[in-house]
């Protein structure tokens, strides 16, 4: 009967390597499978935040940058729209109706995609002309105030839009418990346009 107790005890010794050997083993596996799920998970989620900027981007800002009334590049919540480009344009300086008052700006575009950039350029100098003649129809007393400057930013977003061959832009609504927003955003191509600077003397 001392010969099985011992066996008994030699069997349950060998089982208790083995079965610690399975526990590390299946402890190993299952921190592979873990770092492999957080892994792919990080993937998906960073690749699919990436799709609206990247892929879906391209053809949407292509169909917008002809005709501007794409209701749905207006939602930037759902984050379909591609970021916005700026082009900034070199500085000018342009007399006023005042006589002897000039007013010096530098005016920023914000486009809707690269292809908007790229006709803009072809056909920066009859841009600059437009925005040239627009200032030098106003005063200085114009131009001080806000609305002056609203008004002639407007003026710009309408008169680059016509010398590229666009539809003119269209202001985008506002809520009406909300202040004024400090920069008139558009439906289109042209989606604002920024002082830079703005010095009149």
């Not at 908007?116 to 003649?133: D, F």
Request: glycine share 8%.
């Amino acid at each position: 009967m001392s010969a099985n107790p011992a066996a008994a005890a030699a069997a349950e010794g060998a089982a208790k390597p083995k079965s610690n050997l399975i526990k590390i083993i299946a402890l190993v596996v299952l921190v592979l499978v873990l770092m492999g799920a957080a892994i792919g998970g990080t993937w998906f989620f960073m690749k699919k935040n990436a799709a609206p900027a990247g892929k879906g981007g391209g053809e949407h800002a292509s169909a917008s940058s002809h005709d501007g009334d794409d209701e749905d590049e207006d939602a930037p919540a759902e984050g379909k729209r591609p970021p916005p480009v700026y082009l900034p344009l070199d500085n000018m300086v342009v007399n006023l109706t005042d006589g002897d008052r000039f007013a010096q700006l530098g005016v920023t575009l914000e486009l809707a995609d690269e292809k908007t950039v790229e006709q803009v350029k072809l056909r920066l100098p009859a841009v600059r002309t437009s925005i040239l003649v627009l200032t030098s129809q106003r005063s200085a007393e114009e131009l001080l105030r806000r609305d002056g400057k609203d008004k002639l930013a407007q003026d710009i977003a309408v008169e680059v839009s016509r010398v590229l061959g666009m539809r003119s832009p269209r202001p985008l609504r506002t809520d009406e418990g909300e202040k004024r927003a400090l920069i008139q955003r558009y439906r289109g191509p042209i989606r604002a346009v920024m002082f830079a600077s703005f010095i009149v003397q």
